[in-house]
DNA sequence: TGAAATGTTGGGGCG
DNA sequence: ACGCCCCAACATTTC
């Protein structure tokens, strides 16, 4: 008999077993499978991972070696240039295949389309997979044959040819070779930070496939129903925090819609408008995705050009105070501590911030941008310059420039028993409820019942809003004449 | 997936 | 009693 050669299957955004065409058909191929992950620090373009997101990757991959080995297999993990390291393992095992599943970020495909251009001239297989996305992005086109830059008839056009595939199931058992090709060691590749500052991260996540199937079953039980309110409350447990799962491909978002679908199904249609609020969040995702991939430039560039000339403040001690969370804004404060602390924060929190940022003090969104990507657990290249350039008004379907959050008025509309504020800014946790989102407003009285000094046990605010208000709207003047 | 300014309305106090 | 004014409350527009 002859023996099917082995087939290499490269893990990268796809860190799961169930819904993973690719693995699949390595095993439906019939010889053995060589999982194998390559951390790729050398790929021009690339966005290197942050501190968060290391952290994440590292425990992730764990999980996916142990879940591999549970059928029989394991990862093997190399770093260096990608198509190096596949010829080295393709020729170590003697792989007569090699599959993936698709990544979107513009860097990484273009990545990929040369090491498949690489290894067909060579004669092998190589093919890869849908998966990460509901739809892939170059299918849904407006009637015109353009992209979609508005999301909501961006969702119609998703929805219209029906649910998205169904998630395939793991698979049972995974053939291994008789001797897998060397691994690295994972702590050897340093992801997990030297000093620890992830003692709290550790306590609020777990990475991995089970852990992220596990969290989407405990939101449908406990959160769906109330979600399309409760999602906008940073002091309730109101939203899915799939992110990071998603984003390292831990879970498939075709498995978050179809297990959706059969929650309420099986529960009842009161949960619809729930249900489909959540899966309208989460094609915001794709519809990000849509964005970098027909505009490549989205994390870089604005997409409106007009804001190329958008005067923005040099305000490195405003940057400093917004990342450490001390601008005197309680809500925005606690925000930025959460997102320090947790390596996460509430999507209306992001939102708040964000304007803050931008509006308040001036600072262009590629500053917020990079900070998120360092300090966020779900960094996502799509979704996080889609968001940021979403609040500047520079991007697709963008807010208005004029829509400037007012940082008291959100609290108190979102955090109205400032839960969330005391949380995270422990200081204020004396200060009557009335006063928690302007402490400054409150009288000497209160603020010394309450153990507050403003400017020592927490900031005075570091900008007056209603001036700020005003000197962004005037800076945003200055570009109008020439909108895009 | 705002906020602030401006406009309108209607109830009630009061001369 | 009546009209005037004040000002919430709500609606509209403007940024």
Redesign the pocket.
Known sequence: MTMTSPAVVWFRLDLRLTDNGALLAAIARGGPVIPVFILDEVSPGSWAPGGASRWWLHHSLAALNEALAARGSALVLRRGNPLDVLNDVIEQVGAGAVYWNRCYEPWAQRRDTEIKAALKDRGLTAQSFEGHLLREPWTIKTGAGKPYTV?TPFWKALQVNGDPPRPKPAPDAIPSPERMPASDSLDAWRLLPTIPWDQTIRACWTPGEEAALARLDAFLDEALGGYDEDR?RPDHAGTSRLSPHLHFGELSPRTVWHRTLAHVARLGDYLTGDAMSFLR?LA?RDFSYNLLHHFPDLPERNLKSNFDAFPWADDDAGLKAWQKGCTGYPIVDAGMRELWHTGWMH??VR?ITASFLIKDLLLPWQAGEAWFWDTLVDADLASNSASWQWVAGSGADA??Y?????PV??GQ?FDPDGAYVRKWVPELTDLPDKFLHAPWQAPDPVLKAAGITLGTTYPAPIVD??AA?NRA?AAYETIKSTAA
């Open positions: 999301f906008d969040e915001w999507n209306r939102m807010a208005p004029f829509r400037i959050f007012n008025l959100q509309k809003h209603a208000r709207l």
